[in-house]
């Protein structure tokens, strides 16, 4: 039972309905959009199923037909999950422990494509190109060894990028187990804590408060490790002195935001204040410059070339955002060679990210493109303040 807003099951007929549309448009026979348990966001977008150890798989025809694939050991799992009935257990998605299940024979991709009424495909779409495997791709292989497979991620992107009314309020609700996590932190930090008992404040407060689960590996670590754009709490002692970053934020029906606060245990030198005062600045600026009808890339030149005019470009390495739903980091990406438009409803997280040799910082919200003028932030926008924890 839900602790909080969910998927109606109405949504995801409708969303695999949308996909078939483009499968056809895109001269496809059939789509297979796969998933891992480390992103499951494509076979949890079109059935609601989480796959956990194994993989997971839905196949969509152009009629609409559709099924799930998942692995041998799966079955009443997926049948408790999903509400799509059409059901094949295949070995090609069996966990990486790689169990050989000596008898069982399992479902094929012939079976599976029979049974939603595509008979010897021509062209094959995959979508979740990064979470299929080589069992994946020669199971496809061997089942239809002259067609063509093709990277089809163009139709999860294009279903996923423009969020309805529903996934706005998971990934808002989200975002609020998030700051109750963050507030939760900021409260009890400090010297001599490590960065993992920081962590597990957070995960008390996701659980308690409802989320499925942390809507990614939470941040909670200090000093020079903030310096990494990607990294992992340890056992590490926080120091006074330290910039500690945190990241946080709860799963919500599959949906996965963060809010990101750099914080100084004790008081900041004036650099550290200098460059995460120009980062507050330069993330509320991103969602000045996110407005509906605007080619993307035009947001990621206008901040980088802003940057530069401040005399900032030695402390940048990427911003400003990045697509935001199922995954806390998902298509599309906001980069300067983006040439797809910004259409209302469009969710990024507003990702603002500089470091200098010996500390780093990240501001982060959810942000959502507005129907006119600014983007609108998803969550409260609470701790943006400059905040030195008294130790």
Same mark, same amino acid.
């Given at each position: 039972?839900?602790? =909080?807003?969910?998927?109606?099951?109405?949504?995801? $007929?409708?969303?695999?309905?949308?996909?078939?549309?483009? /499968? $056809?448009?895109?001269?496809?026979?059939?789509?297979?959009?796969?998933?891992?348990? $480390?992103?499951?966001?494509?076979?949890?977008?079109?059935?609601? !199923?989480?796959?956990? !150890?194994?993989?997971?798989?839905?196949?969509?025809?152009?009629?609409?037909?559709?099924?799930?694939?998942?692995?041998?050991?799966?079955?009443?799992?997926?049948?408790?999950?999903?509400?799509?009935? +059409?059901?094949?257990?295949?070995?090609? &998605?069996?966990? #990486?422990?790689?169990?050989?299940?000596?008898?069982?024979? %399992?479902?094929?991709?012939?079976?599976?494509?029979?049974?939603?009424? /595509?008979?010897?495909?021509?062209?094959?779409?995959?979508?979740?190109?990064?979470? #299929? +495997?080589?069992?994946?791709?020669?199971? @496809?292989?061997?089942?239809?060894?002259?067609?063509?497979?093709?990277?089809?991620?163009? *139709?999860?992107?294009?279903?996923? $990028?423009?969020?309805?009314?529903?996934?706005?309020?998971?990934?808002?609700?989200?975002?609020? @187990?998030?700051?109750?996590?963050?507030?939760?932190? @900021?409260?009890?930090?400090?010297?001599?804590?490590?960065?993992?008992?920081?962590? =597990? *404040?957070?995960? +008390?407060?996701?659980?308690?408060?409802?989320?499925?689960?942390?809507?990614?590996? *939470?941040?909670? !670590?200090?000093?020079?490790?903030?310096?990494?754009?990607?990294?992992?709490?340890?056992?590490?002692?926080?120091?006074?002195?330290?910039?500690?970053?945190?990241?946080?934020?709860?799963?919500?029906? =599959?949906?996965?935001?963060?809010?990101?606060?750099?914080?100084?245990? =004790?008081?900041?030198?004036?650099?550290?204040?200098?460059?995460?005062?120009?980062?507050?600045?330069?993330?509320?600026? #991103?969602?000045?410059?996110?407005?509906?009808?605007?080619?993307?890339?035009?947001?990621?030149?206008?901040?980088?070339?802003?940057?530069?005019?401040? %005399?900032?470009?030695?402390? &940048?390495? &990427?911003?400003?955002?990045?697509?935001?739903?199922?995954?806390?980091?998902?298509?599309?990406?906001?980069?300067?060679?983006?040439?797809?438009?910004?259409?209302?409803?469009?969710?990024?997280?507003?990702?603002?990210?500089?470091?200098?040799?010996?500390?780093? @910082?990240?501001?982060?919200?959810?942000?959502? /493109?507005?129907?006119?003028?600014?983007?609108?932030?998803?969550?409260?926008? #609470?701790?943006?303040?400059?905040?030195?924890?008294?130790?």
């Amino acid at each position: 039972m839900s602790n =909080g807003p969910m998927i109606p099951i109405k949504e995801y $007929a409708e969303r695999r309905a949308c996909a078939a549309k483009l /499968v $056809a448009d895109g001269g496809f026979d059939v789509l297979v959009a796969n998933s891992s348990d $480390a992103d499951a966001s494509n076979v949890r977008y079109f059935s609601a !199923f989480w796959p956990l !150890f194994e993989m997971g798989g839905v196949a969509i025809a152009p009629s609409g037909k559709s099924a799930l694939m998942v692995g041998l050991e799966s079955e009443e799992f997926a049948k408790g999950r999903s509400p799509l009935e +059409n059901l094949h257990l295949m070995k090609e &998605y069996r966990e #990486t422990a790689n169990p050989v299940y000596p008898g069982a024979a %399992g479902s094929s991709y012939n079976n599976v494509f029979d049974s939603i009424g /595509v008979k010897n495909p021509k062209r094959i779409g995959v979508a979740g190109y990064l979470c #299929t +495997n080589m069992a994946m791709y020669e199971g @496809l292989k061997a089942a239809y060894p002259n067609a063509e497979i093709v990277n089809a991620d163009y *139709i999860t992107t294009k279903l996923r $990028a423009v969020k309805s009314p529903a996934e706005l309020a998971c990934l808002r609700e989200g975002l609020r @187990l998030g700051e109750i996590a963050l507030d939760a932190m @900021l409260k009890a930090v400090k010297p001599g804590m490590t960065e993992l008992e920081l962590t =597990g *404040i957070a995960i +008390n407060e996701l659980y308690s408060n409802g989320a499925e689960c942390e809507a990614h590996t *939470i941040y909670s !670590f200090g000093g020079k490790k903030t310096t990494n754009a990607i990294s992992r709490a340890t056992h590490r002692k926080l120091e006074k002195g330290d910039i500690v970053q945190i990241n946080v934020g709860g799963k919500v029906d =599959g949906y996965s935001p963060s809010v990101g606060r750099p914080f100084c245990l =004790g008081k900041m030198t004036a650099q550290q204040r200098k460059l995460i005062e120009f980062g507050r600045n330069m993330h509320y600026k #991103t969602f000045e410059w996110v407005q509906a009808g605007m080619v993307a890339k035009e947001v990621v030149i206008k901040y980088e070339e802003y940057v530069k005019q401040q %005399g900032m470009e030695q402390f &940048y390495l &990427y911003g400003p955002c990045h697509g935001l739903g199922l995954m806390e980091v998902e298509q599309p990406w906001m980069e300067s060679i983006s040439e797809y438009i910004l259409e209302p409803n469009m969710t990024f997280q507003a990702d603002t990210f500089f470091y200098d040799k010996d500390f780093g @910082l990240r501001w982060e919200n959810g942000l959502r /493109v507005s129907e006119s003028g600014d983007a609108e932030m998803l969550n409260e926008g #609470t701790h943006m303040d400059i905040i030195e924890i008294d130790c």
